[in-house]
């Protein structure tokens, strides 16, 4: 029976051992990635498709939000992260512990109901949309219904933090809607935008674009391709791939791939704007006031 037993036992440590080695080779051929879904579509899908056709390496895709891709690969459940911020070590201490790759640039779409009559909104129109001043559409030069304002909930969201530094210079903003106007994350909010006659909100130009709704100007610019590259769109960001502060070297060979001449070939393809095309763009948000870090 002792004989037995030890047969077993070290038939099933043979057993774990092999199974190990296949998870480490298989580990070595995926790089797990999650993050917020605007840099998702801005170029992760596209760049994961062409490293892997081109290394063999599958990047496995999940969202969940800037905050979700800073902090998850700060833990190290995930290899990389995707983020449309920067780190708020002051929200959690754990984003000290990552580092950012800047890779492109976004934009913030103020997007509409398709078939919305209004083409432009202003700073100030903006403003006093977000704080429960102007309610009605016909306040702005459209129809006499209310505005559905759509909102993402929390504050530290890409693109909930982005609008609170870019138009109220104040990371807490307080918004003002109707509680069931917040939504878990920009998916949803677009969603709504969609098929809400009377809905507005903001999101990434990346991901607005792709979907079925009108994409106002801002300040009579619209985000195009051109305007952002050339900064006269005003709300554009930095679009960023996170990495531990050790990253292994398959996460390094990516990153090297993203910002290379053929990665940025990809992203332009996608109609996003590599960030090393306009790098002087960062100094710019820094004269606009914009918080950067």
Known sequence: MFYRT?????????????????????????????????????????????????????IILQGGGATKGIRETAAGTVDMGGSCRMTLPEADHSELYVGLHPVAWDALAIIANKNNPINNLTTDQIKQIYTGTITNWKQVGGPNAPIRLYIRRGKISGVGYAIRQYIFKDSNYEFVTNKQYIVKSSGPLEKAVEKDPLALGITGISS??????????????????????????????????????SPSKKVRDFIKFAISKEGRAILRKNGTVPYLDSPELMSKMLIYGFDVH
């Open 208 to 245: 607005a674009r792709k979907r079925h709704v009108k994409i106002l100007n801002f300040n009579g610019k619209i985000p195009s391709y051109k305007n952002v590259a050339q900064g006269k769109y005003t709300l554009y960001r930095p679009l960023y791939l996170v990495t531990s502060a």
């Open 6 to 58: 030890c047969i077993l036992f070290l038939a099933l440590f043979t057993v774990s051992q092999v199974s190990a080695a296949v998870d480490t080779l298989s580990n070595d051929k995926t790089i797990t990635w999650a993050g917020c879904g605007i840099t998702k579509k801005a170029f992760m899908k596209e760049l994961a498709k062409a490293y892997e056709a081109k290394t063999g390496i599958k």
